[in-house]
């Protein structure tokens, strides 16, 4: 069954200080979830750790939330998009998820996180970030809900933890789970053609350098890094459009949705998916 847990109402008060108390804070998000706060600050760590700062690229995202002039409206899709979700997915899928959609103000941890919290699977939203990036519009919140969803449902109905031998078998993973989570969104949606990220010409653009993307994601492999890659995360562009990544994940599960059914992708074991990649990649030749 899918729990909502909506912190909205709390939001304010966190933020009504002169500057963001991080203990305030601490006791804000270990009241969602007990003795949590470590998981939050050991993830904003590891980008400090990259040569971030917190007052230069943390605090300011966080503190635009207060009084932001788009909250109402970040909160009102996100009550439209999770009513009466359980049923949608079991109606699409014809299996339940067992997790909890909670939405929170974080520590610029992500717009959307899946993870484990005291032994619950949850879904993190961080208003701080999905504010940042203008996603508070129902159209994103769906993309961004239905995604995350879609990394739960490959957890809990299929395989997906699996360990990869090299960065090539890495990526090529992240690609394959990426495209599920995208196909999940798409077949919840009902339309294979959706994408939430879809503003301004964005998949004109990808359909028509469908072959380059693939040529260059596979070159890429060999050399290809957490901070080298050009696909994945909104911090990233290839050409300089974002989330390229995503698409040819989604492209690359169509392909293989013409050999086998949703059910049996989210079986696949990771040694498999570089020789589907390779008949994928060949498809274009």
């Known amino acids: 069954m899918i729990k909502i847990i909506d912190t909205f109402d709390q939001v304010q008060s966190l933020l009504s200080g002169a500057s963001f108390d991080l203990d ?23 980008l400090l750790s990259c040569g971030y ?6 605090l300011p995202v966080i ?5 932001h002039p788009k909250l109402s409206e970040l909160h009102q899709s996100f009550r439209a998009v999770t009513n009466r979700l359980n049923e949608r997915v079991l109606d699409a899928f014809g299996k339940e998820l067992d997790i909890e959609i909670v939405l929170y103000l974080g520590l610029c ?8 919290v005291n032994d619950k699977n949850v879904i993190l939203l961080g208003m701080e970030k999905i504010l940042e ?11 961004l ?18 360990p990869a031998d090299d960065s090539i078998g890495h990526f090529l993973w992240q690609l394959f789970t990426e495209g599920i989570a995208m196909t999940f969104e798409q077949i919840l949606v009902g339309s294979p053609d959706y994408y939430h990220q879809d503003k301004d010409g964005w998949k004109d653009w990808c359909d028509a350098h469908l072959v380059k993307i693939v040529t260059d994601f596979q070159s890429d492999l060999p050399t290809m890094t957490r901070t080298s890659q050009r696909y994945f995360g909104d911090w990233v562009r290839y050409q300089e459009h974002g989330d390229v990544g995503y698409y040819l994940g989604a492209r ?21 998916i570089q020789r589907f990649f390779t008949e994928f990649c060949e498809s274009f030749s």
Do not use: C
């Open 109 to 116: 941890n992500g717009a959307g996180w899946v993870t484990t």
């Open 145 to 162: 809900i239905y995604h995350e969803l879609g990394h739960a449902y490959h957890m809990q109905h299929g395989t997906f933890h699996q």
């Open 63 to 67: 503190l635009a939330v207060r009084n």
């Open 24 to 46: 305030t804070w601490k006791s804000y998000v270990n009241s969602i979830y007990s003795n949590s706060a470590k998981l939050f600050l050991d993830d904003m760590q590891e």
């Open 53 to 58: 700062t917190f007052e230069k690229d943390f």
């Open 133 to 143: 990036l203008d996603w508070q519009d129902e159209d994103n919140m769906r993309g």
């Open 252 to 272: 690359f599960i169509h392909f293989l949705l013409g050999q086998y059914t949703f059910a049996q992708l989210i079986h696949f074991p990771i040694s498999d």
